[in-house]
């Protein structure tokens, strides 16, 4: 079965750069949600997306935005990265039409590094 | 506090033991449950969902959820080296947004 595809897995960046991380939900999937897991940490809610809607945010810092295309795949747009900004970056995705009990299923993660 | 409690661990347990997780949680408005299994290094992997009091089985799994307590469970039986992980509790709440909300995670060992 198709799963959540993220890109890229793995992205070296120096400190002040941006980088863009990319995100293509299990097909028929219309919410997707990104999550920041920092070394030793739990997963963080970052900012989800319904129907290329944003429908909730979470933690998100100001220097990152993120949207929805019409094609669903989303994409976690960060700017002037900060060395604290290394972490996982998870996408997940689900149908947003059976409320909560629905899955999110996650992709594999983008590994961000900041030099 | 933090909303979705575990204990860190490491919790060790021989082969062909069974191990038992347990995640506490404050929102008494949370409706849905899930345990995730995640290896070094990997994304999150879903073990079980559960929402309604009582226990839920599937296969060497066992969920059990007591909303009275804000109280859920992973029971493995029959542990092997390969559920060696660390596995993650997440909880929704309700007008949560249906975003996931983690413990720490409870690091597991399955020793030989």
């Known amino acids: 079965a198709a799963g959540v595809i993220q890109s890229p897995r793995h992205l070296i960046k120096e400190k002040r750069e941006t980088a863009t991380l990319k995100c293509y939900p299990i097909?028929?999937?219309?919410?997707v949600y990104w999550y920041q897991q920092g070394p030793g940490q739990d997963p963080q809610f970052l900012i989800s997306f319904y129907e290329k809607m944003q429908s909730d945010k979470g933690s998100i810092p100001d220097r990152f935005s993120a949207q929805q295309f019409s094609d669903y795949h989303s994409e976690l747009n960060m700017s002037s990265l900060e060395l604290g900004d290394s972490a996982l970056y998870f996408c997940?995705?689900?149908?947003?039409?059976?409320?909560?009990?629905?899955?999110?299923?996650f992709g594999p993660g983008t590994r961000l590094l900041v030099l | 506090q933090k909303e979705v409690e575990q204990n860190s661990g490491p919790l060790s347990v021989p082969e062909g033991a069974i191990a038992s997780l347990n995640c506490t949680y404050s929102d008494r408005g949370s409706q849905s449950f899930f345990w995730y299994r995640q290896y070094s290094g990997k994304s999150p992997e879903l073990i079980m969902f559960i929402y309604s009091n009582g226990d839920k089985e599937d296969g060497r799994f066992t969920a059990q959820l007591n909303k009275a307590s804000q109280y859920v469970s992973l029971l493995i039986r029959d542990s092997q080296p390969s559920d060696s992980a660390t596995y993650l509790c997440a909880v929704i709440v309700t007008g949560g947004g249906n975003k996931l909300t983690f413990g720490t995670g409870t690091q597991l060992k399955v020793e030989l």
């Open positions: 097909p028929r999937h219309d919410t």
């Open positions: 997940a995705s689900r149908t947003g039409t059976s409320g909560p009990q629905e899955t999110q299923y």
